[in-house]
């Protein structure tokens, strides 16, 4: 006869198996499994391609060969899943389900259940090729500008704006999350939500020349920048910014500098306001 320690672990691991069974009823759910007949990529994106051009570029905010050259560039980024999966997911339908995400905001739930792919399966997708976007196309389109790059931004700024010598504005930009899990106060920020920070800046055209994100939202634009690579490299003079110049109607040279609001430090290269008690 079973003793009552037996029975109390017969107990534990039958229900281990029940909740086993539970947890995977199956590898693929049955409705994805028709992902390759009637998913959205199936059923919409490609009939897009060939019959609908106008709303191809509404759906991707960007033409069908703009996607394929897009799709070219990044493919070679792309990890192999051919290795790993029963039935692997193309590099041109991780592109278009990350596009789509991208370009719209779209929830990762919604994009699972029109596309007929698990929502972890879509989170890791838009994970994997939104680094391999950013692997394929840094070194082109955000490079660091060069001297003379520099110079073509100030003198964008000047005959825009009418500011002499400046190479860009810096601001930051709280993007509102989730709070992790047991991450405390790091992400909450002075506004009352909880947040990671964009850190960038852009030229007289509004056109990013440099990116950070994911600082904690409870660090101010300044503490963050000064951490930052571009921080660090403005503050030491590393830029390669253009010599120092003359600003319009004297004969002072004065040094090529960057715009920020109050929330950051006065620098060599770095202007900002008056302080508001000063701006009469």
């Given at each position: 006869?079973?003793?009552?320690?037996?029975?109390?672990?017969?107990?534990?691991?039958?229900?281990?198996?029940?909740?086993?069974?539970?947890?995977?009823?199956?590898?693929?759910?049955?409705?994805?499994?028709?992902?390759?007949?009637?998913?959205?990529f199936?059923?919409?994106v490609?009939?897009?391609?060939?019959l609908?051009?106008?709303?191809?570029?509404?759906?991707?905010?960007?033409?069908?060969?703009?996607?394929?050259?897009l799709?070219?560039?990044?493919?070679?980024?792309?990890?192999?899943?051919?290795?790993?999966?029963?039935?692997?997911?193309?590099?041109?339908?991780?592109?278009?389900?990350?596009?789509?995400?991208?370009?719209?905001?779209?929830?990762?739930?919604?994009?699972?259940?029109?596309?007929?792919?698990?929502?972890?399966?879509?989170?890791?997708?838009?994970?994997e090729?939104?680094?391999?976007?950013?692997?394929?196309l840094?070194?082109?389109?955000?490079?660091?500008?060069?001297?003379?790059?520099?110079?073509?931004?100030?003198?964008?700024?000047?005959?825009q704006?009418?500011?002499?010598?400046?190479v860009?504005?810096?601001?930051?930009?709280?993007?509102?999350?989730?709070?992790?899990?047991?991450?405390?106060?790091?992400?909450?920020?002075?506004?009352?939500?909880f947040?990671?920070?964009?850190?960038?800046?852009?030229?007289?055209?509004?056109?990013?020349?440099?990116v950070?994100?994911?600082?904690?939202g409870?660090?101010?634009?300044?503490?963050?920048?000064?951490?930052?690579?571009?921080?660090?490299?403005?503050?030491?003079?590393?830029?390669?910014?253009?010599?120092?110049?003359?600003?319009?109607?004297?004969?002072?040279?004065?040094?090529?500098?960057?715009?920020?609001?109050?929330?950051?430090?006065l620098?060599?290269?770095?202007?900002?306001?008056?302080?508001?008690?000063?701006?009469?």
């Open positions: 006869m079973a003793t009552e320690e037996e029975c109390i672990l017969l107990l534990i691991l039958h229900r281990l198996q029940q909740r086993q069974r539970r947890d995977r009823r199956w590898y693929v759910r049955p409705l994805n499994q028709k992902r390759d007949q009637d998913g959205e199936v059923s919409l490609l009939p897009m391609r060939s609908d051009e106008e709303r191809h570029f509404q759906y991707f905010r960007m033409s069908a060969p703009k996607f394929d050259e799709l070219s560039q990044v493919v070679r980024f792309l990890p192999d899943t051919h290795q790993n999966h029963r039935n692997p997911i193309g590099a041109s339908q991780r592109l278009a389900v990350t596009l789509r995400y991208l370009t719209t905001g779209i929830s990762l739930q919604a994009l699972s259940a029109s596309y007929k792919m698990g929502t972890s399966t879509v989170s890791g997708i838009v994970e090729m939104c680094c391999a976007i950013w692997d394929a840094q070194g082109e389109y955000m490079a660091f500008p060069s001297s003379s790059q520099w110079q073509d931004i100030a003198e964008d700024f000047w005959r704006w009418q500011f002499p010598l400046c860009g504005a810096i601001d930051g930009k709280h993007v509102r999350i989730r709070a992790p899990p047991q991450s405390g106060s790091d992400f909450y920020n002075y506004k009352g939500f947040s990671i920070i964009l850190m960038a800046a852009a030229d007289a055209n509004y056109r990013f020349i440099y950070d994100v994911g600082a904690f409870r660090e101010s634009d300044g503490g963050v920048l000064g951490r930052s690579a571009f921080g660090s490299r403005l503050a030491q003079g590393s830029l390669n910014l253009p010599a120092p110049a003359v600003l319009p109607g004297t004969t002072t040279p004065s040094p090529f500098f960057f715009l920020g609001d109050e929330a950051f430090p620098q060599e290269n770095l202007m900002r306001p008056y302080p508001g008690e000063n701006k009469k």
